[in-house]
């Protein structure tokens, strides 16, 4: 049995560690601290540092308020007069121990337990007293009597309080007249809720109370226990004074300290009960995955934002505009040195920019996202930032809703980088461009002739001197169904040939361009969507599934805390 305490608080343990550190990894901005945290590194310290001092010794204190009778009841427990007694108040200022060694527990064992809770006064009983039925039962025993934890005097209260977070079990020592006193109740009971098994209260003074009254006493008192969380809690009447009652609570303290497990559950309740306590005040409700419809909204619009079917039709326009550049019928190509490269104009004809294997971080001159464009990234965000956080309550909603929407001012210049870095499709011309263009230079050669030639012929006509004979194609006799031909001089079926055929091919090259065209500013609007999608992916989603995990994090470590 102790075997499995000890592993369950281990596992609580773990699972507290990581929600504190999930919260401790917050920025200080999200996540304010509170006396939740505080108590919870407190917590953790406590129960290290209880692990490492002796198992073998059970630490039990009287707690209560001035006048409940602890002094007397230490004395009458051990059937000595150790405490002080008297009806100056209040008259407990330190804290005192009785400890029972023997059975193998050996005493200088629990001087650093001891001086870890800062107890100087201490009794050692050397024999078990007669009180007590067996000595060997309450081997290793630690009987603490606390400072009244109302006391008048701050040093004492602090005292008591202090104990009271880090003793093994706490024995409640409440009087009938003020059993039921809110300030006990409400800020000591009941934060204890989840100590019942290391907890035992104890209704002294009992034989003041009339026969009748007793167990109406004792079942009210029983009531207001279950109303604080502590039904499981062992409830005695007992009496200081005549002893009744007596061998009960040694009977009961002796079953604790035999068990050698109330450290292990103190421990696990402390560590249960300040997990509460921490998801009272940073509670995560279930945190959705991220639609995927989010995301590739999101996605959307950035390539929008970024301008990526701007650029996809100037990568297009670009190859359109080199194509009749190159495959153009020369007497008329020139005219496209008065147009400027589209992928110029935007900064983005060149291949991207390395220097030592890194990339040069360079600007393009894409024009800025319109109003409407920005308007829907930043809707686009928020919905992201919605849908990630789902029905998460604060602080961890806003939190993870800030985790889309506070990129928004860094993301223009990081679009842009993306189209910047992103290989364009097209940039480089296609072997055809060079052998079309030879093939224009061979007709515009072949148009030049005719043009020379008749040129040469008409310079004759004007000089009026005779010019040699002109070679010609045809005349073709008809052959019905086909006409006749009539004779072509060879100048003029240079020059007409040539002129139809250059003006054919640059036809037919601008058609070849177009479909070109359009499949290179396909392939650049898919490569610029991978590129906006990888800086989503890594400017937003990536922190954003971050926060995420925080709050999951955080949500299994409380949980495994709490012992669910």
Avoid: C
Avoid at 229 to 246: D, I, K, P, Q
Avoid at 465 to 490: E, K, M, R, T, Y
Avoid at 515 to 525: C, P, S, V
Avoid at 530 to 542: D, E, F, P
């Amino acid at each position: 049995m102790r075997a499995r305490h000890r592993a369950d608080l281990s596992q609580r343990l773990d699972g507290l560690r990581q929600a504190v550190e999930t919260l401790e990894a917050l920025p200080a901005s999200a996540v304010a601290a509170g006396q939740a945290r505080d108590r919870a590194r407190e917590v953790l310290a406590n129960v290290g540092r209880r692990r490492e001092l002796s198992a073998a010794h059970t630490v039990v204190a009287l707690a209560g308020t001035t006048g409940s009778g602890k002094s007397s009841l230490l004395n009458a427990l051990t059937d000595t007069e150790l405490a002080t007694v008297g009806a100056r108040r209040p008259t407990t200022s330190h804290p005192s121990g009785v400890i029972w060694p023997g059975d193998g527990v050996e005493a200088h064992t629990v001087r650093p337990l001891l001086d870890w809770l800062e107890v100087d006064r201490r009794h050692e009983v050397t024999a078990g007293p007669g009180a007590w039925s067996e000595a060997a039962s309450v081997s290793g025993l630690v009987l603490l009597d606390l400072p009244d934890i109302d006391s008048v005097d701050p040093e004492h209260r602090r005292r008591a309080e202090r104990l009271a977070k880090t003793v093994d079990v706490l024995v409640w020592v409440l009087d009938p007249q003020k059993y039921a006193d809110a300030v006990v109740h409400a800020e000591f009971l009941r934060p204890m809720a989840r100590h019942a098994e290391v907890t035992v209260v104890l209704l002294n003074q009992i034989d003041r109370l009339a026969e009748a009254d007793r167990a109406p006493v004792l079942a009210d008192l029983k009531h207001r226990l279950a109303d604080d969380g502590l039904r499981r809690a062992r409830v005695l009447g007992v009496s200081a004074r005549t002893g009744e009652g007596l061998d009960e609570v040694r009977r009961t303290i002796a079953e604790l300290v035999r068990k050698r497990r109330a450290a292990e559950a103190r421990l696990s309740a402390d560590v249960a009960t300040v997990a509460d306590a921490l998801d009272d005040a940073y509670h995560v409700d279930a945190v959705p995955q991220l639609p995927g419809s989010a995301e590739r909204t999101l996605v959307t619009a950035l390539s929008a934002a970024a301008g990526v079917d701007r650029v996809a039709d100037a990568v297009g326009a670009s190859f359109r505009y080199r194509a009749r550049r190159r495959t153009g019928w020369p007497l008329v190509r020139w005219l496209g040195r008065f147009r400027a490269d589209p992928l110029r104009r935007l900064h983005l004809d060149r291949s991207v920019a390395t220097e030592e294997g890194q990339p040069v971080l360079t600007a393009s001159s894409v024009p800025a996202p319109s109003p409407v464009q920005k308007a829907q990234v930043h809707t686009a965000l928020r919905a992201l930032g919605d849908a990630a956080a789902g029905d998460a309550s604060e602080p961890w909603r806003s939190h993870i809703r800030a985790g889309a929407t506070d990129v928004g001012a860094a993301l223009p210049d990081e679009l842009d980088q993306a189209v910047v870095r992103t290989e364009l499709a097209g940039r480089r011309d296609p072997r055809w461009f060079g052998l079309i263009g030879v093939l224009q230079w061979l007709v515009f050669a072949t148009f030049l002739t005719g043009a020379l030639w008749l040129g040469v012929y008409a310079l004759l006509g004007y000089l009026r001197i005779d010019a040699p004979w002109v070679p010609q194609i045809g005349p073709v006799p008809a052959d019905p169904p086909l006409p006749a031909f009539p004779a072509i001089p060879w100048p003029t079926a240079l020059l007409v040939g040539g002129a139809v055929l250059g003006i054919l091919v640059a036809l037919l090259s601008g058609l070849a361009a177009r479909l070109g065209a359009r499949r290179r500013a396909a392939r650049t609007r898919a490569a610029l969507r991978r590129s906006i999608t990888a800086t989503a992916q890594s400017s937003v989603l990536s922190p954003l599934a971050s926060r995420v995990a925080h709050a999951r994090a955080f949500a299994e470590g409380i949980a495994l805390a709490q012992g669910k």
